[in-house]
Structure formats: structure tokens, C-alpha cells
T-cell receptor, first 107, second 114 residues
Framework: EDQVTQSPEALRLQEGESSSLNCSYT??????LFWYRQDPGKGPEFLFT???AGEEKEKERLKATLTKKESFLHITAPKPEDSATYLC????????FGQGTELSVKP | ETGVTQSPTHLIKTRGQQVTLRCSSQ?????VSWYQQALGQGPQFIFQ???????GRGNFPPRFSGLQFPNYSSELNVNALELDDSALYLC?????????????FGSGTQLSVL
């Protein structure tokens, strides 16, 4: 059965303290690995799509990487406005989301 | 460019009732997907519509049904509501049905079943 698992469930960082979020996936016929950001009371907002192992994509302080079993979202020198829930999703026959990592960045 | 809009934003129903949730796609998008998001969980795929036809369904019972209209707006209908149906219901639109397109989500409808 296709599965996407994210860790940790919650992460608290000080402003400027870099870290990584993990996404482990088992998705048959993976056609894409997605990262979304979700703010409270809003729908998820697209960040990245990764298609093959070794691929990397960057946007401001965020960098996403992909291996054959995992994806990582690296956050460099985070700011309070980066606080949100980050969702990972694997697209096989359907899009399977992980449960998310709730990131809190304190000034 | 108009984003994805959902209505209503909040809804309270009692067990056994029926509910209809509505979604307007982003301009130019022909595919709509519906997701259920329980508190503290990731979204779960309910079903997808492409050009008015159902194009994939998740593990949800038949009392969850949908429609897509010629203007690509969509409805999600849930019959015989159960307490566990309480969740945030998200609509997402995209262009095409290849399966790896990025989704544009609305802000959701928060459904509470009492």
C-alpha cells in the first residue's frame, strides 16, 4: 500500500537556526514528489515538484531534495514568517499526503 | 486571475443529514480534486473530476459523491453524515489529468457534524 510518512511531527527553531524536514515514501510508480506549505485556516500552497532521485530545487530559504526512498526539505536561516505546516505528497495512482510537519520559528 | 474559491467556509450539520459543498476552479483549469483533512492530518484524496467525468477515487464510501459542471466548477455531496465526517474539505484545481500537475487549493470548508 502506498504510504508517505513525515518527521518530525513538530519542529521548533530559533530564527536563523537551520534544519531539515524528512519525508519517507513508498509510492508505486512515483510520478512526482510534491512539497506544499499550509498556513492555519488556509489550503496548501505549492512549493516544489521533484521527479527523479538526485533532483534538487530551491526557493528562497528552502531547498528540496529527493532520493529513491526519501525527500528532505532543508530550511536555511529560517525567519518567523516560515512558520507553517509543511506537507509532502507522492503522486502514484493518486496523490498521497503525509501528515505534515508543523514548523514554528521564534524570533 | 481568479483563484480557487469554496463555499461555505463553515458548516454545522447533524448526524444523518446531507450536505453540499461548492468549489469554483481557478480560471482555465479543467480538473478538480476534492480532499478531506482531519485535524492534525494531511489531506486525503476523495475523488477527481476531469471535463465533467470522475477520473479517480480514493477510499471513501459511495455516500461521498460529486459533480463537475461545464464551467469546471464542482460540488461535493455527502449523504447520511456521520460524526467522523467532521473535517476540513479542500478543493483543488489543476490543468490536465496527467497526474503530476501542481494543485491550486481553496481555503476549504470546515464541516462540523454534531
Amino acid at each position: 500500500e502506498d504510504q508517505v510518512t513525515q518527521s518530525p511531527e513538530a519542529l521548533r527553531l530559533q530564527e536563523g537556526e537551520s534544519s531539515s524536514l524528512n519525508c519517507s515514501y513508498t509510492v508505486s510508480g512515483l510520478r512526482g514528489l510534491f512539497w506544499y506549505r499550509q498556513d492555519p485556516g488556509k489550503g496548501p500552497e505549492f512549493l516544489f515538484t521533484l521527479y527523479s532521485a538526485g533532483e534538487e530545487k530551491e526557493k528562497e530559504r528552502l531547498k528540496a531534495t529527493l532520493t529513491k526512498k526519501e525527500s528532505f526539505l532543508h530550511i536555511t536561516a529560517p525567519k518567523p514568517e516560515d512558520s507553517a505546516t509543511y506537507l509532502c505528497a507522492g503522486q502514484g495512482g493518486k496523490l498521497i499526503f503525509g501528515q505534515g510537519t508543523e514548523l514554528s520559528v521564534k524570533p | 486571475e481568479t483563484g480557487v474559491t469554496q463555499s461555505p467556509t463553515h458548516l454545522i450539520k447533524t448526524r444523518g443529514q446531507q450536505v453540499t459543498l461548492r468549489c469554483s476552479s481557478q480560471s482555465g483549469h479543467n480538473t478538480v480534486s476534492w480532499y478531506q483533512q482531519a485535524l492534525g492530518q494531511g489531506p486525503q484524496f476523495i475523488f477527481q473530476y476531469y471535463r465533467e467525468e470522475e477520473n479517480g477515487r480514493g477510499n471513501f464510501p459511495p455516500r461521498f459523491s460529486g459533480l463537475q459542471f461545464p464551467n469546471y466548477s464542482s460540488e461535493l455531496n455527502v449523504n447520511a453524515l456521520e460524526l467522523d465526517d467532521s473535517a476540513l474539505y479542500l478543493c483543488a484545481s489543476s490543468l490536465g489529468q496527467g497526474g503530476n500537475e501542481k494543485l491550486f487549493f481553496g481555503s476549504g470548508t470546515q464541516l462540523s457534524v454534531l
